[in-house]
């Protein structure tokens, strides 16, 4: 019943769960339909709170290297769409930021929690997980899974 609470990421070298979610435009990202890039993905507890801003600022500092290796960053939190919108023009995210409504897709993914429990997931073209940590790990660490 807490296994939640305990949980740790999902495994590298585990196909990542499939998840269709909203982004703060109300366009519908499926991982199905990335397939063939590699895909970031850093869950993160809340908008505009200092560690969180930190986290996906240093992912748009690196979008050089983030296209570079054929990939695409979300960030997932559970808040909505007009959160992630003005936290996403607000910091000049080039990226997508998904509501994870319920914390439905951070259950699959062993991310959720009171709070989300911050991870970064790299999944690769074939829809394999290459790199999974929770913390707030270096963008190049993270980059350095993809192939």
Same mark, same amino acid.
């Given at each position: 019943?807490?296994?939640?609470?305990?949980?740790?990421? %999902?495994?590298?070298? /585990?196909? =990542?769960?499939?998840? /269709? %979610?909203?982004?703060?435009?109300?366009?519908? *990202?499926?991982? =199905?339909? %990335?397939?063939? #890039?590699?895909?970031v993905l850093v869950f993160y507890p809340g908008d505009d709170t200092s560690v969180c801003t930190q986290q996906l600022c240093e992912f !748009?500092?690196?979008?050089?290297?983030?296209?570079? #290796?054929? /990939? @695409? @960053? $979300?960030? @997932?939190?559970?808040?909505? =769409?007009?959160?992630?919108?003005?936290? !996403?023009?607000?910091?000049? $995210?080039? $990226?997508s930021l998904l509501v994870d409504k319920g914390q439905k897709m951070?259950? &699959?993914?062993? /991310?959720?929690?009171? *709070?989300?429990? +911050?991870?970064?997931?790299? *999944?690769?073209?074939?829809? *394999?997980?290459?790199? &999974? +940590? !929770?913390?707030?790990?270096?963008?190049?660490?993270?980059?350095?899974?993809?192939?």
């Amino acid at each position: 019943m807490l296994d939640w609470l305990f949980s740790d990421p %999902l495994p590298v070298g /585990t196909p =990542a769960p499939d998840f /269709t %979610l909203p982004d703060q435009d109300g366009s519908q *990202i499926s991982l =199905a339909s %990335l397939r063939g #890039k590699n895909v970031v993905l850093v869950f993160y507890p809340g908008d505009d709170t200092s560690v969180c801003t930190q986290q996906l600022c240093e992912f !748009r500092d690196r979008w050089t290297d983030v296209q570079s #290796k054929n /990939t @695409v @960053v $979300f960030g @997932v939190s559970p808040q909505g =769409a007009a959160s992630h919108e003005k936290f !996403r023009k607000h910091h000049h $995210f080039p $990226f997508s930021l998904l509501v994870d409504k319920g914390q439905k897709m951070g259950e &699959a993914y062993h /991310t959720r929690g009171l *709070i989300v429990k +911050r991870t970064v997931y790299l *999944i690769g073209p074939d829809g *394999i997980i290459r790199y &999974a +940590r !929770r913390g707030k790990p270096d963008p190049s660490e993270v980059l350095a899974a993809a192939s």
